[in-house]
């Protein structure tokens, strides 16, 4: 946990995959609070890997789909579990598969989980496709502030997909462009910023993002001056202030 939390996704996947292996040493059925462990260790592994796959894009599709993988299995672990559903949606989300239940299905098929009842409990777990009933932006700050930044893009995505006033629409953006810099997508993130940006051109975040984009992008100079231009354009500078401040002596 201690290494997800610090960004650190491919050391944290192998400590969860050792977790896994010592708790299925033992090739026996596990006890209900067996399964509700393996189902946490199974989750946080499908979280991993969705990270792993924005952080690569060379591999994404194969850390794509071993999330798929590991969130099946936590859901027939934990048949009706919520964050189980929404570890296969943001996989499935990840994959960009038309086909996400077909491909879900065949996962179950492969997977050695044994017993009737154990499938048909998964069977009646609600689909993966039911949305939350809590407001899309509301649980998307609930998950940035979790750090499950892939899961937070998702949530204000959803949001983006209702009307709203400039500002609440700049806001959303300028969020999904703090989840997708957190992710290592820069220019997805640099995308969202200049629309948050257009939107509400007096907001002094929206400058914060597109400068951050930027900087991540390598453009150090361009990030400095974009701060500079929004110390203009903005009433709430201070940050600004700060931030530009902060990258002077690299410029």
């Not at 033992?26 to 209900?32: D, H, M, V």
């Not at 609600?126 to 009933?133: A, E, L």
């Amino acid at each position: 946990n201690a290494a997800y939390g610090a960004g650190e996704f491919r050391r944290a996947a192998r400590h969860y995959e050792r977790a896994v292996n010592s708790a299925e040493a033992s090739g026996r059925a596990p006890s209900e609070s067996e399964r509700e462990t393996l189902g946490v260790l199974h989750s946080n592994l499908s979280a991993c890997y969705v990270q792993l796959g924005h952080q690569d894009v060379a591999s994404g599709e194969a850390m794509f789909r071993k999330a798929l993988r590991h969130a099946q299995r936590c859901i027939h672990l934990r048949p009706g579990w919520q964050k189980a559903l929404k570890r296969r949606e943001d996989a499935v989300r990840a994959l960009g598969c038309a086909a996400g239940d077909d491909l879900a299905r065949s996962l179950d098929a492969s997977l050695e989980l044994g017993g009737r009842g154990e499938s048909q409990a998964a069977a009646r777990a609600p689909s993966s496709n039911t949305r939350s009933r809590e407001d899309p932006k509301a649980e998307g700050d609930r998950l940035f502030k979790r750090s499950d930044y892939a899961g937070a893009e998702a949530r204000y995505t959803e949001a983006l997909e209702d009307e709203g006033s400039h500002h609440h629409r700049a806001k959303l953006f300028s969020n999904r462009s703090a989840c997708r810099a957190k992710l290592g997508r820069w220019l997805p993130a640099l995308q969202d910023g200049q629309t948050a940006l257009k939107l509400s051109p007096k907001w002094y975040k929206a400058w914060m993002r597109v400068a951050c984009a930027m900087e991540g992008l390598g453009n150090v100079l361009d990030a400095y001056c974009v701060y500079c231009k929004g110390l203009g354009q903005c009433e709430e500078a201070l940050e600004l202030w700060r931030a530009a401040a902060s990258l002077l002596p690299r410029v």
